[in-house]
């Protein structure tokens, strides 16, 4: 599982002339995020890229990490590349694939067989490639990674939404998707839209029940679902220096809720701990030589308004445990109002089931301090009123916690210790319920509680709390109790009150662990072989898409001319669909489904001009292959919006149609495009949306002098023999104009290695 030392070197030995020559470009001192960003500029882009506000940046990350169900297209992709070995160190986990039913053993050993295909792929892949590779029941992605991984200082992207959980350890760690998972790993830069900043400036200490999970409950409050988009939030200050580097980690994983692109802590003496406790000493040794570096600068500091674009204050001596919810998480509620907002409200008091864990809260400083509730249940006879379920962040944490009689304590309260996945948090949970159409509420120490994730029911009402303030309500099963304040009828008739947690940030005998999951990747890759059944639904190797055909395109049919919205979850539905989101043939299945066509405002009901007949997007577009017709879309405004998903790009490329002619684009999606070989066009004219009628054919003309800068044609050849001719746009530079005309960007990779 070895952490690369060199690697580490190399980004500390260019730490301090980046930094430099960022503040003489600047003529300012530096935030913590600038000098971790500047430092991570390809070299390209460092001579002319000091300075905020400039647009997309090329960077290179240190590190990829991926989780189960995105590795899977991200490496089918990346095995087009041609290289032997991945260019960054790369990790795949095996996390989200794991059913939560019964209890750890038994659902673990369902998922292996259940997933066995998926599992054998990614093992055998990760082996071949030089990735490492954690098994399922090692532990759940971000957990792993601030364990192993992160480390001050450091960029990383992973292909989940909460890899900033390594900004904990002062990593600049960013969410994506697998495209560019791929492009990193195949050695390309990657590239980002220089952040806009906010500080939150964390003072005072915490006490008694107030933890970590309270600090990013409040700050979700503060800045709501969207308030972090497009932004880095950078904490400091004497507060964030007294809080542990997991409940760091506790409070940039959830930042993902506000929308941020990442947070981040600075360096600092709980870093270095941590460091030291999970067998790092070298890095931290290594982060000690180049401290000065791994904060943002004094003056920064001292005066944060001109520095940052917003700045949020918080002072931790006065800050109330919150619980957030129901169904988003920024409905902040201080515990003192919640009793009172539960009632207003008529939300369900009597709560069903508490939940612990996940990637967000899962540190032993957690387990630890909702144990001590836990075991308050015992010592002062009170019976558990709801249902409770543990979930460890990791095989490291779960076999300490077990060796230490915590997870001793949750079992002897009535609490059911899950596998160390992700389980209820992404909604695998086989929950028992007797009434689904009953109103009901959950609580959980996750991230995330909007409708239907953990089980999938609409009438679920979930809130979010830390694991100690969860681990009391599951003791008292009602809402409307406040653990800080209210008594409890024990079961000799007493009133009994909770004492204040109390929890233990590192665990005094230390970590153990007899088996992590870890399989380490071959030394030489070149005889293994990558296990993908050729009758696997699941699972298709992909093969490389056609180059251009070196003329014009002509004689294109209409598939759709989609109205209004049209997201990248219209494009490729997720839901069932994600069972086959590495078997790109049956994927594609789903394209465009959700799309609205103009001429009849339906969704998957498109006009076959072969037969006349009506019928569902795919299996007409699939109907134009077979023919070896081409086709194109016709999109509306900020076409392809929404997660970065690679399949909305891969489905329409895989079945044959040519090119995407909208009004815009959502700019993600239309790299995605390029990055396939497809045509991404705007209409010159937007009002030429409306000169597109449902039995035109098309051609696109001007290709072979394709140039940046320079408009195509698209002619409309409409029925009875009328004409238009519109100018189309596009913002092809040359690279990309190369990857249209090799049919891929990966087609370009893989000629290069051969090379
Ligand atoms: S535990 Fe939840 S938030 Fe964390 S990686 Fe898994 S699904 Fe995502």
Redesign the pocket.
Known sequence: MAFDLEMIKQVYSRLGSRVEAARKATGKPLTLTEKILYTHLTEGAAQHAYTRGVDYVDFAPDRVAM?DATAQMALLQFMQAGRPKVAVPSTVHC??LIQAKIGADTDLDTAKSQNKEVYDFLASVSDKYGIGFWKPGAG????VVLENYAFPGGMMIGT???TP?AGGLGMVAIGVGGADACDVMAGLPWELKFPKLIGVKLTGKMSGWTSAKDVILKVAGILTVKGGTGAIVEYFGEGAESLSATGKGTIC?MG?EIGATTSVFGYDAKSEAYLRGTERAEVADLANAVKEHLTGDAEVYANPEQYFDQVIEINLSELEPHVNGPFTPDLAWPISKFAQAVKENGWPTKLEVGLI????N?SYEDITRAASIAHQAVTKSLKTAAEFTI?P?SELVRYTVERDGYLGTFEGMGGVVLAN???P????WARHTDDPTRKNSIITS???NFAKRQDGNPNTHAFVASPEIVTAFVIAGDLTFNPLTDSLTNEKGEQVKFDEPKGIELPVKGFAVEDAGYQAPAIDGSKVEVKVDPKSSRLQLLDPFAAWEGTDLKGLKLLIKAKGKCTTDHISMAGPWLKFRGHLDNISNNMLIGAINYFNDKADTVKNELTGEYGPVPATQRAYKAAGIGSIVVGDENYGEGSSREHAAMEPRHLGVRAILVKSFARIHETNLKKQGMLALTFANPADYDKILEDDTFDIVGLTGFAPGKPLQVVINHKGGLQDTIAVNHTYNAQQIEWFKAGGALNIIRRQQKA
Not at 425 to 428: D, L, M
């Open positions: 989780q996390d989200h759940i992605i971000h957990q989940d939404s909460h959980n994983n993902a864990g996940s990637c967000t899962s979930t962040g996945a992700c389980g948090c992404i909604g695998q996750f991230n995330r």
